[in-house]
């Protein structure tokens, strides 16, 4: 399904060190029921009252830190009501009613989050990706919503979409394949893991202050001839049929989101 290999495009490398970028200022960590689950910029914290006092700038290992102190099992709530705190002093991404897991360094699950709290808080979120092409090389596409809250009109793979609290890799990558594109995965052929790609850069979210953490897991598969995909949720405008041609001009005139493009980058081995 990829090309051969070939000289690797100018606008990579450019789009790589983008993606790999430290925080405009410096943040202090976040944590939650003692264990650091993200970071936050100078401004985001200040000022957010919550009920009992829970949120607090501390020493902590020679250094300073916010810290939500709950008892472990109360973690969930806590976030849930820091992140309505932060909702109402307009210090969030757009909210989406959908939670995300939170977890610490080692990757154990602390509790869950408001997907439009985890930017400002530095949280490290999973997506997933599926690059998908027909028998004959081409490759679908899709352009985003123009109601879409981040890259609005822009050009992504046929699929791409977070994992939620709910989800593991694969689930995620079922239902996403399915709300976004309307085929089901067992229909789809040769399905496999390409790879992943880490993003840890500044992000528009929270008034500026936030700082995207996340991997996004990379899929690939062949759609059949007579499959078409259809949106079922309303996040896609439209879906094209391109060749390899046409995708590689679309990507040197960044005209895909900064995610597709380096999931694609991948996919073609630069």
Not at 58 to 87: I, M, N, S, V
Not at 179 to 188: C, D, P, V
Not at 192 to 210: I, L, N, T, W
Request: proline share 6%; glycine share 10%.
């Amino acid at each position: 399904m990829t090309s051969a290999h070939r000289e690797v495009p100018g606008w990579v490398a450019p789009a790589r060190t983008l993606a790999r970028r430290p925080p405009a200022v410096p943040r202090l960590p976040f944590a939650v029921a003692g264990q650091t689950v993200g970071s936050v910029a100078p401004g985001v914290l200040e000022g957010v009252a919550l009920e009992g006092g829970a949120l607090t700038k501390e020493p902590h290992a020679g250094a300073w830190r916010w810290h939500l102190a709950c008892a472990p099992a109360d973690a969930t709530p806590a976030l849930a009501a820091l992140a309505e705190a932060l909702r109402s002093a307009g210090r969030c991404g757009a909210w989406r009613d959908e939670q995300l897991a939170v977890c610490n360094a080692a990757g154990e699950r602390v509790g869950t989050v408001e997907r439009g709290a985890v930017r400002a808080l530095g949280i490290a979120t999973r997506a997933v990706h599926l690059v998908a092409c027909v028998p004959d090389g081409r490759q679908w596409v899709q352009q985003r919503a123009f109601t879409k809250p981040s890259h609005p009109g822009r050009w992504d793979t046929l699929m791409g979409g977070m994992v939620s609290a709910q989800d593991t890799v694969a689930s995620a990558l079922a239902r996403e394949t399915w709300e976004e594109a309307g085929l089901r995965i067992e229909a789809l052929q040769a399905v496999a893991q390409g790879g992943h790609v880490d993003f840890a850069r500044p992000s528009d979210e929270g008034e500026g202050a936030g700082y995207m953490v996340e991997r996004i897991d990379w899929f690939r598969a062949t759609v059949p001839d007579g499959l078409v995909p259809a949106n079922q949720d309303g996040e896609v405008e439209r879906f094209e049929l391109l060749d390899e041609a046409a995708v590689h001009a679309r990507l040197a005139q960044g005209a895909f989101t900064p995610e597709a493009a380096l999931v694609l980058a991948c996919f073609y081995g630069w």
